[in-house]
């Protein structure tokens, strides 16, 4: 179970890595109405089975696999603190910051909105959600670090 959270940790860690050097910057880029009509798209396309299995499927392996090396020493903490890390600092920073902003987004008709409306909205929601972004990939790589050490400590 710990190679499983292994490997959905590192691919968690890396969408959103890959995320943050590719989508963010391209997303720059672009008019507000392009902008907007982009991240509603993409919000609506990534909830889907592959996605969730690796978002969902991370916090469970971990969880499992905390469970699997309980009395194992350092293994068990090492595997206990990725699963806290992702639990708080990715699961917790996608539903309490990002998921609200792109609720927010989807609520909005994009095409009954003004120029400067369109403007406003891009402004504080493009800082709010690459922020919250950020922090989630940050706890997300720190979380595939952790459950790499612990591998380590395994063997």
Do not use: C
Request: proline share 3%; charged share 10%.
């Amino acid at each position: 179970m710990l190679f499983i959270a292994t490997t959905f940790t590192g691919l968690s860690a890396g969408l959103f890595y890959a995320w943050t050097v590719s989508v963010i910057p391209g997303t720059r880029k672009v008019v507000d109405i392009t902008y907007l009509e982009t991240m509603q798209s993409i919000n609506r396309e990534i909830l889907n089975p592959a996605f969730f299995l690796i978002y969902f499927g991370t916090l469970i392996t971990l969880v499992i696999s905390s469970f699997q090396q309980h009395g194992s020493g350092t293994t068990f903490w090492v595997v206990l603190g990725a699963m806290l890390t992702y639990l708080l600092g990715t699961f917790g920073v996608t539903a309490l910051g990002n998921v609200p902003l792109n609720n927010a987004l989807e609520a909005l008709n994009l095409h009954d909105m003004t120029g400067p409306q369109l403007s406003d909205f891009r402004q504080q929601y493009e800082s709010q959600w690459n922020r919250w972004h950020f922090i989630r990939t940050i706890f997300s790589v720190i979380s595939f670090l952790l459950v790499l050490m612990a591998n380590y400590f395994k063997s």
